[in-house]
Nanobody, 125 residues
Framework: QVQLQESGPGLVKPSQTLSLTCTVS??????????WSWVRQPPGKGLEWMGA???????YYSPSLKSRTSISRDTSKNHFTLQLTSVTPEDTAVYYC?????????????????WGQGTQVTVSS
């Protein structure tokens, strides 16, 4: 059973870069046809898919966040990371890492089967 665990700072100052790590257990991030995503939920709003990295290391991003988002991985540590630059208070949210196994990537959060428990990130000075 694939398990995911987010980690990173809970407080980030405006204009800084938000960095989160998702550590994967119970499976390898290089397993064929796995897509590893970041999803967030601002307070009072729905889930927003941010982007994904594939088992091959290819990346997909939400068009609305593409200019500020970077997803990378470290196969030796079996984890993948999110960096979101130039954050504002509007980036305050619970951030989740999620995964699915299928032939294609998806930008719909509910297509993802495996989820971390989520981590609260607040952007404030």
């Amino acid at each position: 059973q694939v398990q995911l665990q987010e980690s990173g700072p809970g407080l980030v100052k405006p204009s800084q870069t938000l960095s989160l790590t998702c550590t994967v257990s119970g499976g390898s991030i290089t397993t064929n046809y796995y897509y590893w995503s970041w999803v967030r939920q601002p307070p009072g709003k729905g889930l927003e898919w941010m982007g994904a990295i594939t088992w091959r290391g290819s990346t997909y991003y939400s068009p609305s966040l593409k200019s500020r988002t970077s997803i990378s991985r470290d196969t030796s540590k079996n984890h993948f990371t999110l960096q979101l630059t130039s954050v504002t208070p509007e980036d305050t949210a619970v951030y989740y890492c999620a995964a699915r196994s299928y032939y294609t990537c998806s930008n719909r959060p509910y297509d993802y089967v495996y989820w971390g428990q989520g981590t609260q990130v607040t952007v404030s000075s």
